[in-house]
């Protein structure tokens, strides 16, 4: 149906067809003298065919695009001799061929390279030829053909196949022929069509991932960049700053990725970036903030539509991560954020209503996908939803659901997804696409059409020229007018375009090989299950939540496609971060712990190394064998709430009663609010040794030989006061009194506090210098570094 499609309202006028039909019986009549006459001399038949190009024949430039009556038509280029032997007598000349019947005839000779007798076009004539008398092997020449439009022998409105050739001789071959040869098309419209077109062009700003999810210490929370080739793309030149600068001026509808704005703008600001395992000051903020302003210029006046954030891969999570738990949920809050960045950064109100799957491939599982954040318009492709009609219909149909397709087209959209750096390249690209919609235009001249191009995602910078030339072309609207993606979602549906969305089998196998994996989603379920059960802990929990956030949209992101080994050492770089800041949190172990007496008070310190408070954690003690050694009251376990300032630590004290002396395994583990454990449990052992009633008599006699010590010391110090002064001045008179009440006193004030006579009655003997002081301070009085951790 496809070539049905092409020759509804094509046919030639009779003096058109008279004349080709002339020009065909001209460029025969050789070929029937040979057949006739037997087999020609050698080279004579090699005169029109060349079963090799020697000589590479690059088009350049063709100005107009789309000529007029009056203009003149000038093609410039290069033919390089590729072969090996020097080319004589060379020309290059300029062939006409007839008006193409439809977009197929367009392919078709869009497909042939050699030169092929009787279906290229004839040549124009001596007088719009170049002469190059000699092209020696691996000499390039340039050149450029300059032909009145007048003398192209155009009638009829359509699309026309451009030949340039270079004809010559080589001393192999002292006969000239066709050595090389290029093809192009000739769009001409020389009145306006009464229907136009209508023609919506999607205009994609879109990068892939350039922020970690560390932040620094700051209040500011500087963002870390993984490198700066962000800032090679928004400068002078670089592919972003080309598409904005080109889109500026065109009739297009932006499709922008809200996470490269969010990116922009963080660089707008102070910023690190990764440099040897450290990180050092990002310099590039006045690119950054040029690029935000000239991009909120360009889009002031036009239609924004905005992706979920990170532009999440559709498919990949419709075939791979709908089965893993938790990771549809990502994409509501992702096109809810993507809503408000657009608005704060660029200040206009961008639509969030469309879903676009990779490449516009779509099946059953990926509209669903698609549809599940609130999205009710999905942009497809029509290689993927395809019509079986003699036209090219409307791109808008409604596929059940209260959702609408908004189907592309699939020629129109890869028209410049080759290489676009040789002029060459870009100028059959364009030509091929302005002779693409001109014959979709001429498929049923009555009927007006809608018609949406979906480019690539990120197209290079000589992409995005191509397509600004081709939209440029387009200006003076003599077959198509400009129309905003909001519009032609709107458009009324052509009652006879499909709308059988294709099933989960007839995805595109290529595509599906690119797709994120099964492990992806399960990594990121990890790293969600991870951040929710550490921000309930936190006292200033955005600081967390948001760059982790976004750094798991970002894990999804469509960006990451052909690059699985980058996708998951970005998703481990995550995960890992994520990992070490939960450990910052922690219990400070403890060695071995003596207990002596019937009751004491055990500590347990609580360590918080972040730079915020943490609250809504409980410490649990247990004790392994409860009737050696009970917690509060005869129980087995206690606990207590945990609230600690950021970069400080907090001992909390268990009252603890002994039963029965040994060793008893304590365990310590700190739990949410909600009973979830947090962190590693510690455990540490408690040796009890109880006081005994024998023990406590001994203890009772030293306090009484104390006390008989003390009276003794006492009445000799009296006695020996009340000696008359003569008997002190007698030989050692009371002198060795005296010198015994001296070493009474001297035994008597060493048993006033036997070593150790008191030691561990109600408490943790002191030797444990694993336990600090129950109310430490901060860990650092100035905070620093990359991330939540305080800086030792």
């Known amino acids: 149906m496809a070539d049905a499609a092409d020759f509804q309202g094509m046919s030639p006028s009779p003096a058109r067809r008279w004349l080709r039909r002339t020009a065909s019986l001209i460029m025969g009549a050789p070929l029937v003298a040979g057949l006739l006459c037997g087999p020609a001399a050698p080279g004579a038949h090699a005169a029109e065919t060349s079963d090799s190009s020697p000589v590479d024949v690059s088009?350049?430039?063709?100005?107009?695009?789309?000529?007029?009556?009056?203009?003149?038509?000038?093609?410039?280029?290069?033919?390089?001799?590729k072969g090996k032997k020097t080319v004589t007598d060379a020309e290059i000349d300029l062939g006409v061929g007839s008006r193409l019947s439809g977009r197929t005839a367009i392919d078709r000779?869009?497909?042939?390279?050699?030169?092929?007798?009787?279906?290229?076009?004839?040549?124009?004539?001596?007088?719009?030829?170049?002469?190059?008398?000699?092209?020696?092997?691996?000499?390039?020449?340039?050149?450029?053909?300059?032909?009145?439009?007048?003398e192209l022998n155009l009638d009829d409105e359509g699309v026309y196949q451009l030949d340039v050739a270079l004809r010559g001789q080589t001393p192999d071959d002292p006969f000239k022929q066709v050595l090389g040869i290029e093809r192009t098309?000739?769009?001409?419209?020389?009145?306006?069509?009464?229907?136009?077109?209508?023609?919506?062009?999607?205009?994609?700003?879109?990068?892939?991932?350039?922020?970690?999810?560390?932040?620094?210490?700051?209040?500011?929370?500087?963002?870390?960049?993984?490198?700066?080739?962000?800032?090679?793309?928004?400068?002078?030149?670089?592919?972003?700053?080309?598409l904005v600068s080109l889109g500026r001026n065109?009739?297009?509808?932006?499709?922008?990725?809200?996470?490269?704005?969010?990116?922009?703008?963080?660089?707008?600001?102070?910023?690190?970036?990764?440099?040897?395992?450290?990180?050092?000051?990002?310099?590039?903020?006045?690119?950054?903030?040029?690029?935000l302003s000239a991009v909120e210029a360009a889009v002031r006046d036009g239609k924004v539509v905005a992706l979920p954030f990170a532009?999440?891969?559709?498919?990949?999570?419709?075939?791979?991560?709908?089965?893993?738990?938790?990771?549809?949920?990502?994409?509501?809050?992702?096109?809810?954020?993507?809503?408000?960045?657009?608005?704060?950064?660029?200040?206009?109100?961008?639509?969030?209503?469309?879903?676009?799957?990779?490449?516009?491939?779509?099946?059953?599982?990926?509209?669903?996908?698609?549809?599940?954040?609130?999205?009710?318009?999905?942009?497809?492709?029509?290689?993927?939803?395809?019509?079986?009609?003699?036209?090219?219909?409307?791109?808008?149909?409604?596929?059940?659901?209260?959702t609408t397709a908004v189907v592309a087209d699939s020629r129109l959209s890869t028209a410049f997804q080759g290489d676009m750096t040789h002029a060459g390249s870009s100028t059959l690209a364009v030509q091929e696409f302005l002779a693409q919609t001109l014959a979709l235009t001429h498929q049923d001249p009555d009927k007006q059409r809608s018609i949406v191009v979906a480019p690539q995602r990120m197209p290079t910078v000589s992409q995005a020229q191509s397509m600004a030339r081709a939209l440029q072309s387009l200006e003076a609207q003599q077959w198509t007018q400009p129309l905003d993606l909001i519009a032609a979602a709107n458009a009324a549906p052509d009652a006879d375009a499909t709308t059988k969305v294709p099933s989960r089998s007839q995805y595109p196998r290529r595509m599906s090989k690119q797709e994120l994996p099964v492990?992806?989603?399960?990594?990121?379920?990890?790293?969600?299950?991870?951040?929710?059960?550490?921000?309930?802990?936190?006292?200033?929990?955005?600081?967390?939540?948001?760059?982790?956030?976004?750094?798991?949209?970002?894990?999804?992101s469509t960006s990451w496609r052909g690059k699985r080994v980058e996708a998951r050492l970005y998703r481990r770089e995550v995960r890992d971060y994520l990992q070490s800041l939960t450990q910052e949190v922690q219990l400070i172990e403890k060695s071995r712990v003596t207990l002596s007496g019937r009751s004491a008070t055990i500590p347990v310190t609580v360590q918080n190394r972040l730079v915020q408070g943490i609250d809504h954690l409980v410490l649990r003690l247990r004790s392994d064998n409860a009737t050696r050694l009970s917690l509060d009251h005869d129980k087995a376990s206690a606990e207590q709430p945990i609230k600690v300032e950021g970069g400080h630590s907090q001992s909390v004290k268990f009252s603890a009663e002994a039963n029965a002396n040994g060793p008893v395994q304590m365990t310590a583990q700190l739990f949410t609010e909600d009973g979830k454990p947090y962190g590693e449990a510690m455990k540490f052992t408690v040796k009890v040794s109880e006081v005994t009633p024998t023990v406590m008599l001994v203890i009772a006699g030293g306090v009484l030989l104390l006390v008989l010590a003390g009276i003794r010391m006492y009445t000799q110090?009296?006695?020996?006061?009340?000696?008359?002064?003569?008997?002190?001045?007698?030989?050692g008179g009371g002198g060795e009194d005296a010198t015994d009440a001296s070493?009474?006193?001297?035994?008597?004030?060493?048993?006033?506090?036997?070593?150790?006579?008191?030691?561990?009655?109600?408490?943790?003997?002191?030797?444990?210098?694993?336990d600090p002081s129950p109310d430490t301070g901060p860990e650092s009085s100035d905070p620093s570094g990359t991330g939540e951790k305080v800086d030792h």
């Open 717 to 731: 110090r009296k006695r020996a006061a009340a000696r008359p002064a003569a008997g002190e001045d007698a030989d």
């Open 743 to 770: 070493v009474d006193s001297e035994d008597s004030e060493e048993s006033e506090s036997p070593e150790g006579s008191n030691s561990g009655i109600d408490s943790i003997d002191p030797g444990q210098a694993s």
């Open 519 to 556: 492990q992806a989603f399960q990594d990121i379920r990890t790293t969600q299950n991870t951040l929710d059960n550490f921000k309930v802990i936190l006292t200033a929990k955005d600081r967390v939540e948001t760059p982790f956030g976004r750094a798991i949209d970002r894990e999804m």
């Open 311 to 402: 532009d999440p891969d559709l498919a990949s999570l419709a075939h791979r991560g709908k089965n893993v738990s938790g990771s549809l949920s990502h994409l509501q809050p992702a096109t809810e954020v993507a809503e408000t960045t657009v608005e704060t950064i660029l200040h206009v109100k961008p639509s969030i209503d469309f879903a676009w799957p990779f490449e516009g491939a779509v099946d059953s599982s990926v509209v669903d996908v698609a549809t599940s954040a609130g999205a009710h318009k999905v942009i497809a492709r029509s290689d993927s939803l395809q019509d079986d009609l003699p036209y090219t219909p409307t791109a808008a149909r409604p596929i059940g659901g209260g």
């Open 185 to 242: 098309f000739l769009p001409w419209q020389p009145e306006t069509t009464e229907k136009k077109t209508q023609l919506t062009f999607l205009w994609p700003l879109i990068s892939s991932t350039h922020l970690t999810s560390e932040t620094g210490s700051d209040e500011q929370q500087t963002p870390v960049f993984e490198d700066e080739t962000l800032a090679a793309e928004l400068g002078p030149g670089g592919r972003l700053e080309q």
């Open 109 to 150: 000779a869009a497909e042939r390279s050699d030169h092929s007798p009787g279906v290229d076009a004839p040549r124009i004539g001596a007088k719009y030829t170049v002469k190059i008398p000699q092209l020696a092997s691996g000499i390039s020449r340039d050149f450029k053909l300059s032909v009145p439009v007048s």
């Open 250 to 291: 065109l009739p297009v509808t932006w499709v922008i990725d809200p996470d490269l704005l969010a990116t922009v703008d963080a660089m707008t600001r102070n910023y690190r970036v990764k440099s040897g395992g450290t990180t050092v000051a990002g310099k590039n903020q006045a690119v950054a903030k040029q690029w």
């Open 59 to 81: 088009l350049d430039t063709m100005t107009p695009s789309v000529p007029g009556k009056n203009d003149t038509l000038t093609i410039s280029g290069t033919v390089i001799n």
